[in-house]
């Protein structure tokens, strides 16, 4: 347990709840939990303070069952009455399904949504806290508006708050600004940085993590905030595409890219950080990774905090083999098919242990900021690296 909340009285008894598939992070997450609280003399103290604190499991048990028409209900399987709650929901887990008319149906993001709301509906308002962990924030693709057009993460983000969440905890929210939506709710947009240069360290041990031979690249204007951060962290250099787009035509609802234009120093023999929020169908990744090839970069990483592949792994398999990236990290942040982690390329960072140092950091009502910017722990982590080089 962090030394910060050890003297804390925490704000109420913790529950956690995992929607459905969302179950396996949930269960890593309250393994840590478990281990943290039954340790140390200090936990044990408080217990008896404070009736509860230390527990065999921290989750509570919930359902949505469907009736035979497709429709569901929220069910809420212990007392949540008093507690300080954490609901966790992955709404990209197409994995999950359910039946309808006798047949499988998966879960669509609106899906799970919807399931998340009808657990807080069950909830009923007996908990004295609700906090949602929305790794994958719901619609954030759709953050703002162009034209006649809806604009569903505010929405999302603002029915939540009518139903009583208080607080909103995500990941590398594709724009974090939707949070005006709910200006009275504490949202926040946490970059799984240190969590990326901890892995990408450990699966790569011969890097040189300065400007001479590193460079970090934003594959857009959009994400250069990512860029801009990681790069000032390790104190490398930035460089950015942008995309040069056919406002002319409409092609599955988004204008089709022309072209990648660079901007940025010279690239030539350095190994290249490709940083963004997501990887879609991969087709954006892979053009840049082929524009820096093209450039003549050394080695490429594409890191980015959730891994959908919409379009499937075989196009990364051809692109690896050809040699356009060397390596691609993403998170576990969201639904992981088991080819995937079985890909030579592929690097997953655990976030189960970040999640849980979380929740166990704002049930004693603590601040997270030393996580949510955790650039001492990044710095300390490659001094270490080099170091042993």
């Known amino acids: 347990m962090e030394k910060k909340i050890r003297n804390t009285i925490p704000y109420g008894p913790l529950g956690v709840v995992a929607l459905h598939g969302c179950t396996q992070m949930g269960k890593d997450v309250d393994q840590y939990l478990v281990q943290w609280r039954h340790e140390g003399r200090e936990t044990q103290d408080l ?5 509860g604190y230390v527990k065999d499991s921290y989750l509570i048990g919930s359902e949505v069952p469907r009736f035979g028409s497709g429709e569901g209900k929220g069910v809420i399987k212990d007392s949540v009455r008093g507690m300080d709650l954490y609901v966790m929901v992955d709404v ?23 399931n998340l709301k009808r657990i807080i509906a069950a909830v009923a308002g007996k908990a004295r806290r609700i906090t949602v962990i929305m790794p994958f924030l719901y619609e954030s693709r759709q953050h703002n508006r162009s034209g006649r057009e809806s604009l569903d993460c505010a929405l999302a983000l603002q029915e939540l708050e009518r139903m009583g969440v208080d607080q909103v905890l995500t990941f590398d929210a594709h724009d974090d600004r939707v949070q005006n939506a709910i200006p009275l709710t504490t949202f926040e947009s946490v970059p799984p940085a240190y969590q990326f240069v901890k892995n990408l360290l450990r699966a790569e041990p011969d890097l040189r993590i300065d400007s001479d031979h590193m460079m970090v690249i934003s594959p857009d204007e959009g994400g250069m905030r990512r860029a801009v951060y990681l790069a000032n962290v390790l104190g ?24 990648h234009e660079f901007l940025g120093g010279n690239i030539e023999g350095k190994d290249l950080i490709i940083r963004d929020d997501m990887i879609s169908s991969g087709e954006s990744a892979l053009d840049v990774a082929r524009e820096l090839k093209r450039r003549k970069a050394g080695r490429i990483f594409i890191v980015a905090t959730f891994g959908l592949f919409t379009s499937g792994l075989e196009c990364f398999d051809q692109a690896y083999e050809e040699g356009v990236f060397d390596r691609i990290v993403t998170t576990n942040l969201i639904y992981q098919p088991e080819e995937l982690l ?6 997953s960072a655990n976030m189960s242990k970040y999640i849980a140092l ?4 704002l049930n004693h009502d ?10 001492g722990r990044i710095q300390e982590f490659v001094d270490g690296y080099q170091k042993k080089e």
Do not use: W
Request: glycine share 4%.
């Open 236 to 259: 490398l250099d930035v460089g950015m595409f942008y995309k040069r787009r056919d406002y002319a035509t409409v092609v599955d609802g988004r204008n089709p890219i022309v072209a």
């Open 92 to 114: 990209c887990n197409y994995s999950a399904s359910y039946t309808i008319s006798g047949k499988q149906n998966p879960m669509s993001p609106d899906d799970h949504f919807q």
């Open 358 to 361: 979380l929740i166990d950091t």
């Open 366 to 375: 603590s601040s997270i900021e030393d996580y949510i910017n955790p650039v």
């Open 342 to 347: 079985a890909r030579p390329y592929y690097t």
């Open 47 to 51: 217990d008896q303070v404070f009736e």
